[in-house]
């Protein structure tokens, strides 16, 4: 170790997981199960291309990876136009106040994936992936942009069944 006030050398910051390291390295980089898959979908999504989150999804169900919660939740943020944007539905002047101030973002109607999204929620109840409030949203998030404001506040009733607290 260097000395008291010196600089330390890289080797002097070990933090004992070199190993650990190590093997991950080996494997590839991979880790726990659905690790490579949950980077793909992330990356993705980060970068907004839908082609390729979907494909990973697919690749990941078809090789009978595991897939966590989050990579599940937004793959259903990406399907809900979630990083694609949308229109500021500013209303009209008499509107009222608290909703201009909460700036609704519509998504565009291209951006919308209801089909893959039912796909991705069938996928977590028959394979036991946790849903949580964030499931919910995006899959009521879905149903408003599709003209279905009724199928929206079905999945929040089905939400509070399943005990989760909504945050709408």
């Known amino acids: 170790m260097a000395d008291v006030g010196g600089k330390r050398g890289n080797d ?5 997981n070199l190993r650990k390291r190590q093997r991950n390295k080996e494997r590839g980089g991979a880790g726990r ?3 490579v898959a949950r980077r793909a979908i992330d990356v ?3 970068q907004g291309d839908t082609v390729a989150a979907f494909e990973a999804f697919d690749t990941a169900v078809a090789a009978g990876e595991a897939l ?4 599940c939740n937004v793959l259903l943020h990406l399907c809900s136009g979630g990083v694609t ?3 500021y539905d500013g209303g009209s002047a008499d509107a009222d106040t ?5 700036k609704v ?6 951006a919308v994936h209801p089909e893959r999204a039912n ?9 036991d992936v946790p849903r949580t409030e964030m499931t919910y949203t995006a899959l009521a998030r879905i149903e408003a942009a599709q003209g279905e404001p009724r199928k929206a506040f079905d999945l929040v009733r089905r939400l509070v069944e399943e005990r989760l607290q909504p945050k709408l």
């Open 68 to 71: 966590q919660p989050h990579s």
């Open 105 to 110: 973002v519509i998504p565009a109607r291209e």
């Open 119 to 127: 796909t991705i929620f069938n996928y977590m109840m028959s394979n």
């Open 98 to 102: 608290a909703a201009q101030a909460a």
């Open 85 to 87: 944007g949308g229109n």
């Open 44 to 46: 993705a999504c980060q």
């Open 12 to 16: 002097d910051w070990d933090d004992g």
């Open 33 to 35: 199960p659905g690790q």
